[in-house]
C-alpha cells in the first residue's frame, strides 16, 4: 500500500517513555524519517535511516524498525517533546515519498 | 548553515495557478540534493508534492502529478513550484525542504500559508 499509519495521540508522564509506531507495507523494504513538529512552526528532522540522529537532537529519541512498523521511542520524555510526530518513508513502488498520518505526543 | 525560504502569493483566487519559490542559502543548489515541496492543510497531516535536482530531475506525487510543476533556477540558488487549476482544498502552508533521492527531508524552511479563495 502507499499509506503510513500512525496513531493519533498518545501521552506519557513526564519522564518516562513512549513509544510512537508508523505502520505500512513499504516499510519493510525502507527506513523511516521522523520528524517533530510543534504548533506554528515547521518540522525538524530527529530520526533518519537505521536509527540517526542529526546534530543538536538529544539522545533521547531512537528508532528502530520491524516488519512492517517503524518506531520513534522518546526515554525520559521532557515537556519539550510535546508536539505532534510524523514519519516519512518511500512509497512501495520506491518511487515516491509519502508521510505519516501524525501521533499528537502529550507530556502529562 | 543551510536556510531555505518560501516566498509568494498568501491569496489564490479558484482554478488560478499558485506560485511559489524557495530560494536557498547558505549552500549551493548545484552542488547536489534533491529540493522539495511539501504542503500541510490546516489542522491536517504532512504531503509530500514533488522534488527536484539541480539537473532539473523531478519526481511528483501521482496525486498532483497532473497539476504541478517544479522548476530550478541554479543562477539565483532557487526553485519554484507551479500548481494549477487550484481549489479551496489546496490551501495550505507550504513548505521547501532539501533531501537526496528519498528521505529525509532536512532543513525545511519556515512555511508560508497560502489561501485559496475568490
Known amino acids: 500500500s502507499s499509506e503510513l499509519t500512525q496513531d493519533p495521540a498518545v501521552s506519557v508522564a513526564l519522564g518516562q517513555t513512549v513509544r510512537i509506531t508508523c505502520q505500512g507495507d513499504?516499510?519493510?523494504?525502507?527506513?523511516a524519517s521522523w520528524y517533530q513538529q510543534k504548533p506554528g512552526q515547521a518540522p525538524v528532522l530527529v530520526i533518519y535511516?537505521?536509527?540517526n540522529r542529526p546534530s543538536g537532537i538529544p539522545d533521547r529519541f531512537s528508532g528502530s524498525s520491524s516488519g512492517n512498523t517503524a518506531s520513534l521511542t522518546i526515554t525520559g520524555a521532557q515537556a519539550e517533546d510535546e508536539a505532534d510526530y510524523y514519519c516519512?518513508?518511500?512509497?512501495?513502488?520506491?518511487?515516491?515519498?509519502?508521510f505519516g498520518t501524525g501521533t499528537k505526543v502529550t507530556v502529562l | 548553515q543551510v536556510q531555505l525560504q518560501e516566498s509568494g502569493p498568501g491569496l489564490v483566487k479558484p482554478s488560478e495557478t499558485l506560485s511559489l519559490t524557495c530560494a536557498v542559502s547558505?549552500?549551493?543548489?548545484?552542488?547536489?540534493?534533491?529540493w522539495g515541496w511539501i504542503r500541510q492543510p490546516p489542522g491536517k497531516g504532512l504531503e509530500w508534492i514533488g522534488s527536484?535536482?539541480?539537473?532539473?530531475?523531478?519526481y511528483y506525487n501521482p496525486s498532483l502529478k497532473s497539476r504541478v510543476t517544479i522548476s530550478v533556477d541554479t543562477s539565483k540558488n532557487q526553485f519554484s513550484l507551479k500548481l494549477s487549476s487550484v481549489t479551496a482544498a489546496d490551501t495550505a502552508v507550504y513548505y521547501c525542504?532539501?533531501?537526496?533521492?528519498?528521505?529525509?527531508?532536512?532543513?525545511w524552511g519556515q512555511g508560508t500559508l497560502v489561501t485559496v479563495s475568490s
Open positions: 535511516g537505521k536509527n
Open positions: 525542504a532539501r533531501s537526496p533521492y528519498g528521505p529525509p527531508f532536512d532543513p
Open positions: 516519512n518513508s518511500r512509497d512501495s513502488s520506491g518511487n515516491h515519498l509519502i
Open positions: 547558505g549552500y549551493s543548489i548545484s552542488s547536489g540534493y534533491y
Open positions: 513499504s516499510l519493510r523494504s525502507y527506513y
Open positions: 527536484i535536482y539541480h539537473s532539473g530531475s523531478t
